[in-house]
């Protein structure tokens, strides 16, 4: 069994940064991709930011330029700096982690951490 536990959300004010961090644990040989995602109150959740094994990253236009995704491969672990925020950032934002065991790969998320973003 795998699981993703979140932290570092918290209450800023707009412009502020915050640092959410995620770290995976169980049977674990190898990460596909990790990623954020963000869900606001009455909205779909939605992509943040996502890293895959090599490093690649793709970004919600939304927060290009403002938040920055970075992963640790040897501790299972991804993060998510927030720059610049606003109160349009605040949003629960879940962790997602795509694992693959044998000839599937599987998705997992976290519990979510809250990020709330005052004018």
């Known amino acids: 069994q795998v699981q993703l536990v979140e932290s570092g959300g918290g209450l800023v004010q707009a412009g502020g940064s915050l640092r959410l961090s995620c770290v995976a644990s169980?049977?674990?040989?190898?990460?596909?991709?990790m990623g954020w995602y963000r869900q606001a109150p009455g909205k779909q959740r939605e992509l943040v930011a996502i890293i895959i094994s090599g490093g690649n990253t793709n970004y919600a236009d939304s927060v290009k330029g403002r938040f920055t995704i970075s992963r640790d491969n040897a501790k299972n672990t991804v993060y998510l700096q927030m720059n610049s925020l606003k109160p349009e950032d605040t949003a629960a934002y879940y962790c997602?982690?795509?694992?693959?065991?044998?000839?599937?790969?599987?998705?997992?998320w976290g519990q979510g951490t809250q990020v709330t973003v005052s004018s």
């Open positions: 997602n982690a795509v694992i693959p065991l044998g000839f599937k790969a599987y998705n997992y």
């Open positions: 169980g049977t674990i040989d190898s990460i596909n991709r």
